[in-house]
């Protein structure tokens, strides 16, 4: 076993984005019928929701304000709401998930963004495009968009074109053949400070040129799926030797039971909208 490795690479630019508000939704009683492709067993209905709770209780230590959605029996898979959304400081792109099982989770969070965004500032992909959130990893003013299993090249140019318009540059991730990565940030995720955290089967991929690179090691790449958090890095708490490697770099750490969600392909990032 091998701690995580840091390899430096050129570029600078520091965390500026402050996020006050965050939307959660705990797993329905039907959980274990979700996607997954894991192979870990059925996930613990009774666990899922501790784990939940306490993942919700971490956001609010980092500062974020909490709107609750109610549990989705009719979608199993909707407490990862990130998946349904792609959000900036001001404009929401509304997603078409590309499992079709997962398609009706966006018009509940379409309603409740309508409270927090104007009608103008909330646009949705059209079909053919398909798009997760768990796809796109923002950087600052940069937009990693993956190509994946669940994110076509139709979504993501949709997305790329919505962010190009407010300014923002963006590059594509094609992770098709990546059989370890469900999303992008399965094995990707920016802590700011330039920093990315990334899996082996990212570390060489010439799209992260300019950032500083964390490696996480082999057994504990779930951790790759880590979120920053105004000042906190939510981590789970298998990967012991990530949590040490971040904290000597300076970074606070939560560290969460993240099991029963692992078991059906969902990580930290997943179980919020965070803006």
């Known amino acids: 076993m091998t701690p995580p490795q840091q390899s430096k690479v050129t570029g600078a630019k520091q965390s500026s984005r402050i996020l006050t508000r965050a939307i959660v939704r705990p797993p329905s009683r039907n959980f274990s019928d979700g996607l997954s492709t894991a192979g870990l067993g059925a996930p613990s209905y009774e666990l899922a929701l501790k784990q939940h709770a306490d993942y919700c209780a971490a956001l609010e230590q980092c500062g974020l304000t909490l709107t609750y959605l109610e549990a989705d029996f009719a979608y199993p898979d909707s407490t990862f709401v ?118 082996d089967a990212l570390a060489h991929r010439e799209e992260f040129t300019g950032y500083e690179h964390i490696r996480v090691c082999p057994e504990e790449e779930y951790g790759a799926n880590c979120v920053r958090i105004n000042d906190y890095v939510l981590i789970p708490s298998a990967c012991v030797k990530l949590g040490d490697c971040l904290e000597r770099l300076g970074y606070r750490t939560i560290a969460l039971e993240m099991s029963e969600f692992q078991k059906m392909d969902g990580g930290l990032s997943c179980l919020s909208l965070r803006f």
């Open 82 to 199: 990130e998946d349904t959304a792609v959000l900036t400081e001001s404009a929401a792109m509304l997603t078409r998930p590309g499992a079709p099982s997962r398609r009706g989770e966006v018009q509940s969070i379409s309603q409740l963004l309508g409270s927090f965004l104007s009608p103008a500032g909330i646009q949705t992909i059209q079909a053919p495009g398909t798009i997760d959130g768990g796809d796109v990893c923002e950087a600052e003013d940069h937009f990693f968009i993956g190509i994946s299993e669940r994110t076509n090249q139709a979504g993501a140019e949709q997305l790329a074109e919505w962010l190009a318009a407010s300014d923002f540059t963006l590059g594509f991730v094609d992770i098709q053949r990546e059989s370890t990565l469900l999303h992008l940030k399965s094995g990707l995720a920016y802590l700011g400070e330039n920093r990315l955290v990334v899996t």
